[in-house]
């Protein structure tokens, strides 16, 4: 069987942590933006429409980049979190999750979105009528029928933070322990001589990740979608 | 004596809707032919729908007033509405479509009122299943259970037997009678067919057009089916 050494068990340890972590802060500002996509029109929804795909079409080098200059320590969002929350990005495994989340952010929107805009309002109005404020028809009736959408998003999302490398390594760069995932893992093993064998065993792990998210997606999403129809 | 008073006008692109009736509790049957306005009216009833100009009040509350910049929000109106295709959540039990209600309006439970409705509806047997799991008869009845257990000043019934085949009909209408005569809630009954409303309803308000073309007992009914006939 694969035998792990403790550099690659701390690089898949790492990775986890940073996809999860990514998806689990983006899923409420992707949730609230999928929520104004699908429902609002307002002044800038195409800026915002695109602004949210940014990622899917740059090269990850340039987000990450744009990440640098202003996450980094000297950047203005960076200096203001670091100056009046203490929270730095730059070198550190949380900068790792914040390019993660943004990379993932587009394809966790899309899945949500056209949950939401697949919803019947009717049952809304009818929610509504039996005394249901906004908050609490979102909260009962469109949050629970748009959780297909939630779900795929999220896994979506989490692989692709799970395999980001670009602008991660731009922001971040590759510090084994702190912000070497299992991409710059491999990455970085194949640039040295002798390094194969390692390469392909993180090669293996990713491929089982990966795998074990989409069986875990397909799972949920069936029984979510049973809960539906009343099996 | 429960009473709805009614006077709005709306214009929605080529239609307009310009309605004035009121009524004193027990079953009032608005008919007319299909795009006569019936639903826009339940709607605006409801609040969801907002009149261009007009009032409506029930009993002693104004639900909405033009003149005073009163618009009371649909979930704080206290109107049942079961419509014609039953809206039931797809996603919860019947029971929990059955209790929602009364959560969302923060009401203590009350086991003995679910039980005589569950019972006067006859749903007892379905309450674990899932609305995707029932005949449309069944969806329907389960419907009227959900808006009475909100505990409803008014309840809005649109079409409520038009999704349903004729024996499906056959078999709801004594719950209809059976809610008229023991649910003692006032009741706006849309429909556009005569037959049904006779069997149901105690005051009759004709809709035709956007305009109220004449309102009474069930007279009315006979009168503007004759009129159909001729």
Not at chain 1, 203 to 215: D, E, F, G, N, T
Not at chain 2, 111 to 132: F, K, Y
């Amino acid at each position: 069987m694969l035998d792990l050494s403790p550099d690659e068990w701390i690089a898949i340890r790492l990775s986890l942590k940073i996809a999860l972590v990514a998806t689990v802060v983006a899923l409420p500002f992707g949730i609230a933006v999928a929520w104004l996509l699908a429902r609002k029109n307002f002044w800038g929804k195409a800026l915002l429409d695109g602004l949210v795909h940014m990622p899917l079409v740059l090269p990850p080098v340039v987000t990450g980049y744009l990440l640098l200059i202003s996450f980094g320590r000297r950047g203005p969002i960076g200096a203001f979190l670091a100056d009046h929350f203490g929270i730095v990005f730059s070198f550190r495994w949380t900068g790792a999750a914040l390019s993660c989340g943004v990379m993932g952010f587009p394809l966790l929107v899309r899945p949500i979105r056209l949950a939401i805009e697949a919803i019947d309002r009717k049952l809304e109005d009818a929610a509504a009528t039996l005394g249901a404020d906004r908050l609490w028809i979102f909260l009962t009736v469109t949050l629970p029928l748009a959780m297909p959408g939630l779900i795929a998003g999220m896994v979506l999302c989490f692989a692709k933070a799970l395999g980001e490398f670009g602008a991660t390594i731009t922001f971040v760069s590759n510090i084994p322990g702190e912000t070497q995932t299992i991409s710059a893992a491999i990455y970085t093993l194949t640039q040295v001589p002798g390094g194969d064998a390692a390469a392909g065993r993180l090669v293996l792990v990713a491929i089982a990740i990966s795998l074990a998210a989409l069986v875990a997606a397909e799972w949920l999403a069936r029984r979510a979608g049973t809960r539906f129809h009343g099996e | 004596m429960s009473m709805l008073a009614v006077d709005v006008e709306k214009r929605l692109g080529d239609f307009s809707l310009a309605a004035r009736f009121e009524t004193a509790g027990g079953v009032t049957a608005l008919f007319g032919a299909s795009g006569a306005g019936k639903t826009t009216l339940v709607n605006m009833i409801a609040g969801l729908l907002p009149p261009d100009r007009g009032c409506i009040r029930l009993d002693d509350t104004v639900l909405f007033d033009s003149a005073a910049r009163i618009d009371v929000p649909a979930h704080r109106r206290r109107i049942g509405y079961v419509f014609q295709e039953g809206r039931l959540f797809p996603h919860l039990s019947v029971a929990a479509n059955l209790d929602y209600g009364r959560r969302m309006r923060g009401l203590a439970r009350d086991g003995a009122e679910t039980a005589r409705i569950v019972n006067l509806l006859d749903i007892g047997h379905l309450l674990d299943r899932r609305p995707g799991k029932l005949s449309g008869g069944e969806r329907q009845r389960v419907a009227f259970g959900r808006a009475l257990l909100m505990r409803p000043r008014l309840l809005l019934l649109d079409e409520p037997l038009a999704s349903l085949d004729a024996a499906r009909k056959r078999e709801i209408l004594p719950y209809l009678q059976k809610l008229r005569d023991e649910a003692h809630v006032p009741m706006v009954y849309v429909s556009h067919h005569a037959g049904e409303l006779k069997r149901i309803a105690t005051a009759v308000v004709l809709l035709d057009a956007g305009r109220v073309a004449a309102t009474g007992g069930l007279e009315v009914l006979d009168a503007a089916t004759a009129e159909l006939m001729a």
